[in-house]
């Protein structure tokens, strides 16, 4: 199982450090090239803009679309912004994903915060039941899911913080950032 992370900006590095722990083989992806041979990609937290901007100016936007058609892609925070199709704003998206997305929806005062989630799908594929701690870091929410995009975890007021879209997944929060090594083995578990 090979999984690159993209390595444009933002805490990719965090990502592979998860991988390794959980023996998948990582990559880092800068280039179109990079994504030969890759089992899944992992699109790290960071600014959204910055991410969107660089893969525009490396030429990654239609080959990353073309490989989330065939693969399975997880976006974190700035990631899952990316992943979308529809945030309000003109920047550039991926639109792999039928989810709409508000960034910095958390509001200044409280733009980071942890809470423990329950998410069903995760205790499932990982035989586990104890509650997923999860960081936000000036998080997005998912205002709504369409088409083919189904709710994976919302928070106790309703509000979505991560979806799924057959082998896409979008999360408000940042799994690489706890110990907790059970969302990157469900991602692994999509992209085998
Ligand atoms: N606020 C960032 C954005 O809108 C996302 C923050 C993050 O990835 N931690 O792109």
Same mark, same amino acid.
């Given at each position: 199982?090979?999984? #690159?992370v993209?390595? %444009?900006?933002?805490?990719f590095? @965090?990502?592979? !450090?998860?991988? &390794?722990?959980?023996? /998948?083989?990582?990559?880092?992806?800068?280039l179109?090239k990079?994504?030969? #041979?890759?089992?899944? %990609?992992?699109?790290?937290g960071? @600014?959204s803009? !910055?991410?969107? &901007?660089?893969a525009? /100016?490396?030429g990654?936007?239609e080959?990353?679309r073309?490989?989330?058609?065939?693969?399975?892609?997880?976006?974190t925070?700035?990631?899952?912004i990316?992943?979308?199709?529809?945030?309000?704003?003109?920047?550039?998206l991926?639109?792999?994903?039928?989810?709409?997305?508000k960034?910095?929806?958390?509001?200044?005062?409280?733009?980071?915060?942890e809470t423990?989630?329950?998410?069903?799908?995760?205790?499932?594929?990982?035989?586990?039941?104890?509650?997923?701690h999860?960081?936000?870091?000036?998080?997005?929410?998912?205002?709504?899911?369409?088409?083919?995009a189904?709710?994976?975890?919302?928070l106790?007021?309703?509000?979505i913080?991560?979806?799924?879209?057959?082998?896409?997944?979008?999360?408000?929060?940042h799994?690489?950032?706890?110990?907790?090594?059970?969302?990157?083995e469900?991602?692994i578990?999509?992209?085998?």
């Amino acid at each position: 199982m090979k999984i #690159g992370v993209l390595a %444009l900006q933002g805490d990719f590095a @965090e990502h592979i !450090t998860m991988l &390794k722990r959980i023996g /998948a083989e990582t990559a880092e992806v800068r280039l179109p090239k990079h994504l030969e #041979g890759l089992d899944g %990609l992992i699109i790290p937290g960071g @600014e959204s803009t !910055t991410i969107g &901007k660089l893969a525009v /100016a490396y030429g990654l936007i239609e080959p990353l679309r073309e490989f989330g058609r065939s693969h399975a892609i997880w976006g974190t925070c700035a990631g899952a912004i990316f992943l979308s199709n529809d945030i309000g704003r003109d920047q550039p998206l991926l639109g792999l994903m039928s989810i709409k997305v508000k960034r910095n929806a958390f509001g200044r005062q409280v733009d980071s915060f942890e809470t423990d989630l329950e998410i069903d799908e995760l205790f499932k594929a990982t035989g586990t039941e104890h509650p997923y701690h999860a960081v936000f870091i000036r998080g997005p929410i998912i205002e709504s899911v369409s088409g083919e995009a189904k709710v994976l975890c919302a928070l106790e007021d309703g509000r979505i913080v991560a979806a799924q879209q057959g082998r896409l997944l979008a999360t408000s929060f940042h799994p690489e950032l706890t110990d907790d090594t059970r969302f990157h083995e469900y991602f692994i578990s999509l992209a085998s």
